[in-house]
């Protein structure tokens, strides 16, 4: 069975582009989530899409957005980047919500650099 | 506001010893922990899990405690192998918030030989 897989694996933009990050899970999981990592601060959450829908957002500004498609797979679009925005980003996919029976199986990660 | 924390950023073991890894929470809803392993240039992998109405779980190598008292969880490794150099990420998760995994900052795990 293929793991989850994340395009492109490595990015690198500048100050007020937009980058859009893409996201295919397991075959069969329906929940995709992603999370921003940077040094010192572990895993950010930023959002989870289950069935197309948008179920749960983390504290990050409006810049980043995301959806979910029909097949499950999901994209991440990040707008107006800003240097603070540099960070490795990891999408993970479950059979249904986190938590038991929910373990989450995670991507490679997008390594994104904002000059 | 980090309701999971690691305070170790890192930890060096010797082989053949025990490797203790420390997780704190202030969320008192959470009630289910997880630990994720992760190596350089790959996703973090699932290694070990632990429902808020247990105090510890086994698996293999890997015992997973949980003091719900003291908001805090350790995951003990015994016998540490110079595989098991990683950083080691905690998160704990809510069932009233859905689908949220919140992540400690991690701590990296070397076992030298």
């Known amino acids: 069975k293929a793991g989850v897989t994340q395009t492109p694996r490595y990015l690198i933009k500048t100050r007020g582009q937009q980058v859009t990050l893409s996201c295919s899970p397991i075959?069969?999981?329906?929940?995709v989530s992603w999370y921003q990592q940077t040094p010192g601060q572990g895993l950010q959450f930023l959002f989870e899409?289950?069935?197309?829908?948008?179920?749960n957002k983390g504290n990050f500004p409006g810049r980043f957005s995301g959806r979910q498609f029909s097949n499950s797979r999901s994209e991440m679009n990040v707008s107006t980047l800003e240097l603070g925005d540099s960070a490795l980003y990891l999408c993970?996919?479950?059979?249904?919500?986190?938590?038991?029976?929910?373990?989450?199986?995670f991507g490679p990660g997008t390594r994104l650099t904002v000059l | 506001d980090q309701q999971v924390k690691q305070n170790s950023p890192s930890l060096s073991v010797q082989e053949g010893r025990i490797s203790i890894l420390n997780c704190d929470y202030t969320?008192?809803?959470?009630?289910?922990f997880l630990w994720y392993k992760k190596y350089p240039a790959e996703g973090p992998t699932f290694l070990i899990s632990?429902?808020?109405?247990?105090d510890k779980n086994e698996d293999g190598r890997f015992t997973v405690f949980l003091n719900k008292s003291a908001k805090h969880l350790s995951l003990h490794i015994v016998p540490s192998q110079p595989g098991d150099s990683a950083v080691y990420f905690c998160?704990?998760?809510?069932?009233?918030?859905?689908?949220?995994?919140?992540f400690g900052q991690g701590t990296e795990l070397s076992v030298k030989p």
């Open positions: 632990i429902s808020s109405i247990k």
């Open positions: 993970a996919s479950s059979l249904a919500a986190a938590g038991p029976g929910g373990e989450q199986f």
């Open positions: 899409y289950f069935s197309e829908t948008q179920r």
């Open positions: 075959s069969g999981h329906r929940s």
């Open positions: 998160a704990a998760y809510a069932y009233n918030q859905g689908g949220k995994l919140i």
């Open positions: 969320n008192s809803m959470f009630d289910y």
